[in-house]
C-alpha cells in the first residue's frame, strides 16, 4: 500500500512551452501532497504544499505564477511549469500525506524535466 | 526555523561492515518526527527508518538503527553487515508533530559500499 505515482517519468520540452506533471495517490487519500525540486547531487528543496480544495502554500522565492499547483480531488495533484526555460530543467518529485493520520510522506519516482 | 545538518557529504564502508551517519538537528518543539530516507540511482526516496520524538527507545528496522540523542539534538543512522545494495544518498528530515507538516531534509550522504 501507499503508492504513489508521477507523470510522467521523464519529458523534454522547448523553450516557452508548459508541462503538466501528475501526482497521485494510488491507495490512499491525501488532502496534503507537497512538490519539491531536486538539482544533481544536492537535497530535496519544499517548492509548495498542495491541499485539496484550497490554494497551495508557496516556498518563499518560489513563483506560483510559474509553477502552477492544482489539487482537484483527494488523489490527484498538477504541477504545470508555465513558459518553460532551460534553468527550469530539474528532478522534481511530490509526496503524498495519507489522510488517516499517520505523519509519514509516501513519495513519488520523480519526473526529469529538460526544457532545450 | 527547524534546521537538519548532516556533516558528511560522502561516507565508504566495506561490504559487511558497519557504517555510522551522522545528523543533527535543531529545533525548539518538543513534538516531532525524524527519518532517514534512502535514494539510490533510480531517485525514489525509500523510508529508512523513523523516530518519534516522544519515544526514548531508539527504533530498529532489521540492519538499521539509530541512536537518537535528544537532548544532544542528535539522531545518527547506522548501517550493520553492509551490502552492496545500501549504496545510495542518504537524508535525514525532520517533521513537525502537527497534522500535514513538512519535511525538512539535511544536506545528504552519499555512501558507497565497496565489494
Known amino acids: 500500500g501507499a503508492v504513489v505515482s508521477q507523470h510522467p517519468s521523464w519529458v523534454i520540452c522547448k523553450s516557452g512551452t508548459s508541462v503538466k506533471i501528475e501526482c497521485r495517490s494510488l491507495?490512499?487519500?491525501?488532502?496534503?501532497m507537497f512538490w519539491y525540486r531536486q538539482f544533481p547531487k544536492q537535497s530535496l528543496m519544499l517548492m509548495a504544499t498542495s491541499n485539496e480544495g484550497s490554494k497551495a502554500t508557496y516556498e518563499q522565492g518560489v513563483e506560483k505564477d510559474k509553477f502552477l499547483i492544482n489539487h482537484a480531488s483527494l488523489t490527484l495533484s498538477t504541477l504545470t511549469v508555465t513558459s518553460a526555460h532551460p534553468e527550469d530543467s530539474s528532478f522534481y518529485i511530490c509526496s503524498a500525506r495519507e489522510d488517516r493520520g499517520i505523519n509519514e510522506q509516501f513519495f513519488g519516482p520523480g519526473t526529469r524535466l529538460t526544457v532545450l | 526555523a527547524q534546521t537538519v545538518t548532516q556533516s558528511q557529504p560522502e561516507m565508504s564502508v566495506q561490504e559487511a561492515e558497519t557504517v555510522t551517519l551522522s545528523c543533527t538537528y535543531d529545533t525548539s518543539e518538543s513534538d516531532y518526527y525524524l527519518f532517514w530516507y534512502k535514494q539510490p540511482p533510480s531517485r525514489q526516496m525509500i523510508l529508512v527508518i523513523r523516530q518519534e520524538a516522544y519515544k526514548q527507545q531508539n527504533a530498529t528496522e532489521n540492519r538499521f538503527s539509530v541512536n537518537f540523542q535528544k537532548a544532544a539534538k542528535s539522531f545518527s543512522l547506522k548501517i550493520s553487515d553492509s551490502q552492496l545494495g545500501d549504496a545510495a544518498m542518504y537524508f535525514c528530515?525532520?517533521?513537525?508533530?502537527?497534522?500535514?507538516?513538512?519535511?525538512?531534509f539535511g544536506e545528504g550522504t552519499q555512501l558507497t559500499v565497496n565489494p
Open positions: 528530515a525532520y517533521m513537525r508533530g502537527t497534522s500535514g507538516s513538512r519535511l525538512t
Open positions: 491507495d490512499f487519500q491525501a488532502t496534503t
